[in-house]
């Protein structure tokens, strides 16, 4: 489970690390919530990933088949595990992979938390997938959420999910040729030692 994460990086950092072509200005946020609006990196088509740009979505994803979203939950992560086989997730994850930039993120249970940010202090890649979702009256909402997998050793007493970090960012977000089989292979636990934890 991740239902809050931090994005504190300047926004010149930010695209220096995730190589967006828009220069936006964001302020710092310390505590992003389900439902607000969210930066996510996508790729430009049929570019293995290397042109990417910026967007702002909503964190909560909603599949293109929803027909009334009042009543629809609201689907802030997936897990990692058959996301291929789900209909909510299978045309996004084959076509629309995205990263969401941050600087930490929570995670705990049972009066037990953390704070978790990549051991060398620099902003990550969660692994994500986006939708733009089309309404009966012709609207237009963009959406994402973020992939879950099982906690690595670090994160296990916290709990049993942590989001997926990825190392590899221009194979995740090439959505032509990196094979779904390599893509979904990339929706592991992080390896020890790449991240810490802050009280």
Known sequence: MCGRYALTSSPALLRARFGYDETPDFPPRNNILPTEPIAIVASRPFTSGR?????????????????????????????????????????????????????AFYTGRSGKSARVEAADGAPFGLAALYETYFDANGGEIDTACILTTSANALLSPFGDRMPVVIADVSAWLDNEETPLGAAQAMLRPAAEGLLRLRP
């Open 51 to 103: 042109e990417r740009h910026f967007r702002l979505v909503r964190w909560g994803f909603l599949p293109g088949f929803v027909k009334d979203v009042a009543s629809f939950p609201l689907i802030v992560n997936a897990r990692a595990e058959g996301v291929l086989e789900k209909a909510s997730f299978a045309p996004a994850f084959k076509r629309r992979r995205c990263l969401v930039p941050a600087d």
